[in-house]
């Protein structure tokens, strides 16, 4: 028998948000609509994304990690906008109405939003191909945001974690290339369960003068920082911090354009360079310094010279 | 040659947004996320839904009626909660990068957009089977938003407009019926242009103890607020307003259970109803009195008798 909508949303959905947890949260799921309260001096930073069945993750993708990495590349956009992560909204397409489907989907779903500290407040199913729409809000402290248009020239280029291993997974699951067992299991991880670096937000608003979400690749990225600030960059390949696989087979095309890292790219300025650098070895944070910002340029320098990035693009869903 | 997703949010859906008209908007279109500062002594109402081309709207309508439908489909949300529209956020798939159809389809939100007095702040395109995602977020002074679970026995049920015109022109659309050129015409623009009744909000806000927007079809809309408020209804069928042809014919079922009206069903404390009437006289507003809230049961009164509403339901998108 069918399932209906309401019963969906009930059943997998209508978790109780705790007001001790959520204290923003007026109300949740259930009505036309919820409704919030923003902390007092304080700013609401919204955004909005969309994973498609085969586009965005492979067909075969288990419905945990699907409604994990949904809810996580949202987040990251939070963070790299220095918003602390505080409610999203879910809009479910399923081509029919699966509970197996939905219950590992709902899991997936609230083991990242406990992990992230975000709360779901409202949501929409529908039959459909499936695809799923996360809008997710956070607050920052007023005018506390970083955006990608704050990066001068002298500011050093900082990236978080280790970049490629999400790309290497795929490039395995595909069959594109073979990897040994421990190391696969460690990609695809990457690849389907992508931690978006929360922990990073009050490094960013001490010290950033711009940042970016890696989901397109490091150069495309990297790309949009340099066009909105009007500058230009020149990076070291070498200070790169990649996944050990690329490194040992020097396969640095997954790491710069192969995307789907969800690191942090961010500036920083020159004179603020020593003092981040110390709050990182403190906090053990995986910073790396990559490279500088300059008046006009873009070009990654390695063993074989100078490359001219100005023209390349990381992944783009309409490009070629 | 294909088109950037960069471009085309640059292209179609980047318009300036006007400080005066909009000033809590800090940071528009093109960076990870967009920045909100609600008003003071104001909460955030939230809310999302997807359209899916061929479920919730003929794969023939036009790109402008579908981003119209789109928008007023949330904006109608944002209504009944008696919130002010302020902003939205898109997230749209395409099969293929088509520009003739974001010309037209852009042309058509922008549209909605100045007429809902709402503004886009975000978006995402990717591609994939034709859908549209749209959340939408309004303001309410604090603790001033209409659930639907506050109807008490003895309220009146209200219902704004005329019902079942969509409904009629969907089915003149699919051919089950024939309506002479000018009523299809009419009943088209029902079905493809919603009016989200935004002018209703004031009025809300004074009077009603309860409120839901009209998508799924009078009876099963109803049925919510019944199931929220813990109450029961009689409804006088002579008494609900409806699209001539409906009347006519006697064909109810349209104005009943058709769905897509986006009109406002709300109750009203009787000792607030002889106001009400004489505000709505005064403003010119189409309200009608179709009912009383009871302690239990839910029944249609015709002149065939009562007919027993508690075990039927409106459109239920995984229902049987």
Known sequence: MPVSE??????YFNRQINGDSAPSVILGIGDDAAVLKVPQKHQLVVTIDTLIAGRHFPDSTPAR???YKALAVNVSDLAAMAATPAYFVLSLALPESDEAFLKQFSDGLFEAADEFNIHLIGGDTCRGPLSITIQASGYVPDDGYITRSGAKPGDHIMVSGKLGAAAVGLAS???EIEL????????????NRPRPRIDLIPTLREYASSAIDLSDGLVGDLAHILEKSQVGARVQQDFIPVFEWVKQNNAYTYALIGGDD?????TVPEERVTALMQSVSNLKLDISDIGVITE?????HN???PTD???KQGFDHFGS
């Open 65 to 67: 990690d699907i409604a």
């Open 303 to 305: 063993q074989g010279g």
């Open 296 to 300: 006009q340029g873009y070009w990654l």
């Open 180 to 191: 040994e067992p421990a190391l696969k299991l460690q990609a695809l991880e990457s690849l």
């Open 262 to 266: 969800y690191e942090l790219l961010f």
């Open 173 to 175: 699951k595909t069959g």
């Open 6 to 11: 309401f019963t969906l949303i009930e059943k």
């Open 309 to 311: 990035l100005s023209s």
